[in-house]
């Protein structure tokens, strides 16, 4: 084992067949040679490890920094995104700027700067990229979502789109489905706002509330490959899910610590088997539920070490399963692998 990596193994078991999660209750944890070990028990009764199905690890291996291995400097960064030019997009919330590296972790530019103008941004929340390499920008402290051309330049922008609505109310991130239509959690309105790419308004996904198809502040949004949308809702502690019309399919998750349980979810992202990855800004940690949305583990702990986390925004995962973890609290971003056996 690499001195410089830290192995985290978290052992789960996974429970097939059924749509609606178990929840497990009480857990172990222990730490031995340098791995942390997580059991989980169901009725009281402790799992045994060698009874177990599948095994995932995270491991350590580095932190994003400048190019002669000097760390880098962030204010907040509030989301990190794979482009499509393989370049990694960092928004860097507090340093009104985005900050890009490459799939290593080293700094190439910044883009924009604090204002209130074309290119500029307050207070900025999502940077992501589409197959044109234009840069979708969630511009919260303008209100408006920008769009940007490679080197920074605006293209276009969002801010009100019907006489009779006032528009957004700190957008955060965004989405963009296979047809090229638009998603953006509208924070403050308590809801999502669908554009086809002509940038034309189509819809208003869910309002302010705690039922089915209704947000307190929606903040990560995310598609799959059958473009379903999945939505973090922040203050309601679940992630939702909606089918490529809108309608409510299910939810995941309900305030708590335990495994299957979740607080303040942010970042959303699935690796290269289709389980889905979840940061959890209030329990500080990540969690990964199979594609069946069954709990399989709870990743990291609070802390400023390797592997662990504080207050983590956002995350993402690459096609060779690299989870790169936004953590405005540490202000940082760490890289680390994905290892399930």
């Not at 990560?220 to 809702?233: E, F, G, P, R, T």
């Not at 702990?301 to 986390?309: L, M, N, T």
């Amino acid at each position: 084992m690499n001195t410089k990596s830290i192995l985290i193994t978290v052992f789960i078991t996974i429970y097939l067949g059924a749509a609606l999660v178990s929840i497990l209750s009480g857990e172990d944890s222990n730490v031995k040679n340098g791995t942390s070990t997580m059991q989980y028990s169901k009725n009281g009764v402790s799992t045994n490890s060698n009874a177990l199905n599948e095994t995932i690890e995270l491991r350590f291996i580095r932190l994003f920094s400048r190019k002669g291995a000097e760390k880098m400097e962030f204010g907040g960064p509030f989301s990190v995104h794979i482009g499509f030019d393989d370049r990694i997009y960092v928004a860097d919330d507090l340093h009104h700027n985005i900050k890009v590296f490459d799939r290593q972790g080293f700094f190439i530019e910044s883009i924009g700067k604090q204002g209130h103008g074309p290119g500029e941004f307050s207070y900025l929340d999502c940077a992501i990229t589409d197959s044109r390499g234009k840069i979708y920008v969630g511009d919260s402290g303008n209100n408006r979502v920008q769009i940007l051309d490679a080197k920074g330049n605006l293209l276009n922008q969002i801010k009100r789109w019907n006489w009779y609505l006032s528009g957004f109310t700190n957008p955060r991130y965004v989405s963009i489905d296979s047809d090229g239509n638009l998603f953006i959690a509208d924070w403050g309105n308590h809801c999502i706002r669908v554009f086809n790419k002509d940038l034309t308004f189509i819809k208003t996904i869910g309002k302010e509330g705690t039922l089915d198809r209704e947000f307190k502040n929606p903040i990560a949004i995310l598609h799959d490959k059958k473009d379903n949308l999945y939505v973090s809702d922040f203050k309601n502690h679940r992630v939702q899910v909606f089918n490529p019309q809108g309608a409510f399919l299910f939810s995941l998750g309900h305030e708590g610590e335990k495994i299957g349980q979740l607080r303040n979810p942010a970042g959303l992202a699935f690796d290269s088997r289709g389980n889905l990855f979840v940061s959890e800004y209030g329990n500080h940690r990540i969690q990964v539920f199979s594609s069946k949305w069954a709990p399989l583990a709870v990743l990291g702990k609070k802390g400023k070490g390797r592997a662990e986390f504080y207050k983590p925004t956002d995350i993402d995962i690459s096609k060779d399963d690299h989870l790169y973890v936004a953590e405005f609290g540490n202000h940082r971003i760490q890289l680390l692998t994905i290892e399930i056996e």
